[in-house]
T-cell receptor, first 111, second 112 residues
Framework: KQEVTQIPAALSVPEGENLVLNCSFT??????LQWFRQDPGKGLTSLLL?????REQTSGRLNASLDKSSGRSTLYIAASQPGDSATYLC??????????FGSGTQLTVLP | NAGVTQTPKFQVLKTGQSMTLQCAQD?????MYWYRQDPGMGLRLIYY???????DKGEVPNGYNVSRLNKREFSLRLESAAPSQTSVYFC???????????FGPGTRLTVT
């Protein structure tokens, strides 16, 4: 059974810092990996989707990488802002063609 | 709301009561999903519909039923609510299996 782990569970950084969020998964037979953002009391917002054949995807200040063989993905956020404060979730689309989610990293960017 | 609407936004039920959570999408996507989100458990898939006319069980289907009424609507029914079903329920849409998923705002359900 696919398991997805996100470390750390919480992270607090000063505004302007570049940061990396980590996601690891146990079964490397995946179709894609998706990163989401969730604000308190809200739904999930899709940030980036990386297909299994890709190494990275970029959107604005966000860059996500994927190393399928080692079962790892990272989400890099450049020049963090207080508005980036949220919980970031990664999800893996595996052999069952269903998304398996990690528990998330709660990010706080301090002004 | 990423083209996904969910009703109601909040609901309180007594144990044993039934209810249907409604989900509709306006993007003509083939696939729709129901998830529940619980503290410490993350999001888990309850049921999904890869295309109109088909439904399949996800990781935690017990106690739920679904109906893909048409391409636009996918409902989740609790026949006899239990306190263990207290959760936040999210509906999502995607062009198809393996495509990017877009989530609705959620329904917060409490069963007493």
């Amino acid at each position: 059974k696919q398991e997805v782990t996100q470390i750390p569970a919480a992270l607090s950084v000063p505004e302007g810092e570049n940061l990396v969020l980590n996601c690891s998964f146990t079964d490397s037979a995946i179709y894609n990996l998706q990163w989401f953002r969730q604000d308190p009391g809200k739904g999930l917002t899709s940030l980036l989707l990386i297909q299994s054949s890709q190494r990275e995807q970029t959107s604005g200040r966000l860059n996500a990488s994927l190393d399928k063989s080692s079962g790892r993905s990272t989400l890099y956020i450049a020049a963090s802002q207080p508005g980036d404060s949220a919980t970031y979730l990664c999800a893996v689309d595996g052999s069952a063609r269903q998304l398996t989610f990690g528990s998330g990293t709660q990010l706080t960017v301090l002004p | 709301n990423a083209g996904v609407t969910q009703t109601p936004k909040f609901q309180v039920l007594k144990t044993g009561q039934s209810m249907t959570l409604q989900c509709a999408q306006d993007m003509n996507h083939n696939s729709m999903y129901w998830y529940r989100q619980d503290p410490g458990m993350g999001l888990r898939l309850i049921y999904y519909s890869a295309s109109e006319g088909t439904t399949d069980k996800g990781e935690v289907p017990n106690g739920y039923n679904v109906s893909r009424l048409n391409k636009r609507e996918f409902s989740l029914r609790l026949e006899s609510a239990a306190p263990s079903q207290t959760s936040v329920y999210f509906c999502a849409r995607a062009s198809g299996p393996g495509y990017e998923q877009y989530f609705g705002p959620g329904t917060r359900l409490t069963v007493t």
